[in-house]
């Protein structure tokens, strides 16, 4: 068996304490025998669209987090985050190492309705019906506008899944990726982002788990963000043991095409800047 790489590191990690496969501390265990010497635990924050999440204990997830930490002092560090969805609140922040930014719904308030836009086709198509008088390119401007509006309002440390949007549009079924006018609002919300001074994540998990052949955002948008100086980290958005490390060496390289010269991985709890 060959041996792990050792120094290993991701913040956009879930749990048994939102939708995650394994309870913390088999999710650390699982990060040790990976190679990891830093692993950032991130679950859901609570909605109103979802069943209630352990994330809903503030206190309660907090202190998890730090015993989890305390426990695996010497194996690796564990670092406290959390995916703070634009439509949910988590009042303790201060006591988190982090906060991942980003949009996992839009809500129809006129009939008091959630829409996942990373369900699947079905459920985009209807909230394209219902919001949007099936105009796709609307709904996808939509998604951009509330991926702008929470990076600014709350000022993340990471943007996660940017344009996690294009999940389910499998051979555009939604939307035109390749339109200008889509690029131009993707865009516009990425330069939001990077007024916000938030770190942009390359997420490989829609690639793991069979919706995308390509990592979390575009290249396109990738191109920009290095143009304009934004960072950059790599995580699998991971659910499982399985995902911890799923593609790591393409998304560096899919970074370093883009014009990317360093990363910015977790070490002891904070994101430091290294060397592609």
């Not at 068996?1 to 879930?14: Q, W």
């Not at 309660?60 to 930490?69: D, Q, T, V």
């Not at 955002?217 to 399985?242: N, Q, Y």
Request: a negative charge.
């Amino acid at each position: 068996m060959t041996a792990p790489v050792r120094g290993l590191s991701a913040c956009h990690n879930h749990t048994q304490m939102s939708d995650g496969a394994l309870e913390l501390d088999g999710m650390v265990r699982a990060a040790v025998r990976r190679g990891f010497s830093d692993i950032g635990i991130s679950d859901h924050s609570c909605l109103a669209a979802e069943p209630p999440h352990a994330t809903g204990d503030e206190a309660g997830y907090i202190a998890a987090l730090r015993g989890a930490k305390a426990r695996f002092a010497g194996e690796i560090c564990v670092a406290a985050g959390l995916e703070l969805d634009a439509l949910s609140r988590f009042s303790a922040r201060k006591e988190l190492d982090y906060v991942i930014g980003s949009v996992h719904y839009l809500y129809d308030k006129a009939a008091d309705r959630f829409y996942g836009v990373d369900w699947d086709e079905a459920t985009a198509k209807t909230c394209i019906k219902e919001m949007f008088g099936k105009n796709g390119l609307a709904y996808a401007k939509a998604y951009y506008a509330a991926v702008a509006e929470n990076a600014l309002r709350t000022r993340p440390d990471v943007i996660g899944h940017f344009d996690l949007v294009v999940k389910p549009n499998a051979r555009g079924a939604l939307f035109d990726e390749e339109s200008p006018a889509y690029r131009a609002a993707a865009l516009e919300a990425l330069d939001a982002c990077c007024e916000a001074g938030a770190i942009l994540e390359v997420n490989t998990g829609g690639v793991f788990r069979g919706w995308r052949s390509t990592f979390y955002p575009a290249p396109f948008l990738l191109r920009r963000a290095a143009e304009k100086g934004m960072r950059a980290t790599v995580s699998a958005d991971a659910h499982c043991a399985e995902a911890l490390c799923f593609g790591f060496a393409a998304a560096r390289e899919m970074l370093r095409c883009a014009g990317f010269c360093s990363v910015w991985a977790l070490r002891g709890g904070t994101f430091c800047e290294e060397a592609l």
